[in-house]
């Protein structure tokens, strides 16, 4: 169905737009034109944007839909519509689902599964090692073939230095990326919080800045001896984003992200044992958020992502140490990037562009852009809508977050996936 979006400002960080533009999807689900209707163009449908913002779908680097394998806590259908709610039209899966994510097989149902709701589209990333054990290769060349956009061991460390070089020079050598959550499992221990004053006064054991800056050390040296294309998940720590930078600097082929919930919330967020704020890695001081922050102004960090994983109520019910880390991020993951810019960290297009072009760019797919003949992934959102965020309203199965009961600004009120309107408020 042929569609036209009018009166709204449209914002395509890809193109450097920002303006008020219509823009016209013809019957197909492409971007048709920008501006000017082409000849004989007539809408089936139009959408009045007046006031909203229209910009491309948001592009989610790390989500957990929890299917296959924990589906009391959520399925790829139910998390799909939360995404879709949210203005995400397309995101990653890290591999570390039940099976493991290291079979073409297993890459192939989780995009047909997603296929099959026609919701957001879901993209795995296929496992660096077998069952993630980091011990032997996957076939990371037949899992390319099958649809990933890129390799990880997840939140499972590869001890072995020599696998891990391996692996990278199995990657470079297919000109594929490696996605990497760096951190020295011995040094973290059985920590679960920052090492610092909070982590002093609840008597919890801490995850010390250096078990994420000693497997960034790691990973950047083989990644200068390989020459492969890496991106370095969910930093947390000031000195972790200064190598990255550093690297950047000299020329190494990395890139970066940091979660929504990092760039807002520190260490005293925790309290008294708030187990909504147990998440890996830690939240750090806040002169690491800070860092975070300066990282997204100065272009060290080229995504926000929001590390959606939900759980059911039990999950967080237990004391701080044996709770279940991870936040239900997909709901927040706008509204928590537009408040940087009621911050004055950034500009609007800036922000969105973390949420658009940036991560499309990381995985290498066609999204993130409204350039003509695009498929045409829209999110129109009202920026001044405010709201508050309930765990009863959350479209996503999973209602663990520490932003329940907080007032937040940004709502979207229409997505659309391939020119049909799949979400609309």
Not at 367 to 388: H, S
Request: glycine share 10%; hydrophobic share 45%; proline share 6%.
């Amino acid at each position: 169905m042929s569609l036209l979006i009018k009166n709204g400002r449209l914002i395509d960080p890809a193109h450097a737009m920002d303006g008020k533009h219509d823009l016209y999807i013809d019957d197909r689900g492409f971007v048709a034109a920008v501006g000017k209707a082409p000849d004989g163009f007539q809408p089936a449908r139009t959408i009045d944007a007046a006031g909203k913002i229209v910009c491309p779908g948001l592009v989610d680097l790390r989500a957990r839909p929890r299917e296959p394998g924990l589906e009391y806590k959520a399925t790829i259908e139910s998390e799909a519509r939360a995404a879709v709610a949210a203005g995400i039209t397309t995101l990653c899966c890290p591999p570390d689902t039940n099976p493991v994510i290291d079979t073409p097989a297993m890459a192939q149902m989780i995009q047909h599964r997603a296929w099959r709701f026609g919701l957001a589209f879901i993209h795995p990333l296929g496992a660096l090692t077998q069952g993630l054990e980091g011990k032997r290769l996957a076939d990371m060349e037949a899992l390319d073939d099958a649809g990933c956009v890129g390799f990880t061991n997840a939140l499972r460390p590869v001890t072995d230095t020599q696998v891990m070089r391996r692996a990278m020079e199995y990657c470079a050598s297919f000109d594929l990326t490696v996605f990497l959550h760096s951190e020295d499992p011995w040094l973290r221990g059985r920590g679960c919080m920052h090492e610092g004053e909070v982590c002093a006064r609840l008597g919890l054991p801490g995850i010390p800045e250096a078990a994420e800056t000693a497997g960034v050390a790691r990973d950047l040296a083989l990644i200068e001896h390989t020459g492969v294309r890496a991106h370095f998940c969910g930093l947390s720590s000031a000195r972790a984003v200064a190598m990255v930078a550093e690297a950047q600097r000299r020329g190494l082929p990395v890139s970066a992200d940091v979660t929504a919930h990092h760039l807002h919330l520190t260490e005293h967020d925790i309290g008294y044992f708030n187990t909504q704020c147990h998440v890996l890695p830690p939240l750090r001081s806040a002169r690491d958020r800070d860092a975070l922050r300066e990282a997204l102004r100065n272009g060290a960090i080229g995504a926000i992502c929001s590390d959606h994983q939900p759980h059911e109520p039990d999950a967080k019910l237990a004391p701080f140490a044996e709770s279940e880390p991870g936040v239900s991020g997909l709901e927040t993951l706008l509204p928590l990037t537009l408040r940087l810019v009621d911050e004055k960290l950034l500009d609007l297009a800036a922000a969105l562009a973390l949420l658009t072009a940036g991560p499309a760019a990381i995985i290498g797919v066609d999204a993130g852009q409204l350039g003509v003949g695009a498929t045409a992934d829209v999110c129109i959102f009202d920026p001044e809508a405010r709201w508050v965020l309930s765990a009863d309203a959350m479209v996503s199965r999973g209602r663990n977050s520490p932003f329940l009961g907080r007032e937040l600004r940004g709502r979207v009120t229409h997505t659309l996936v391939g020119g049909k309107v799949v979400f609309e408020r």
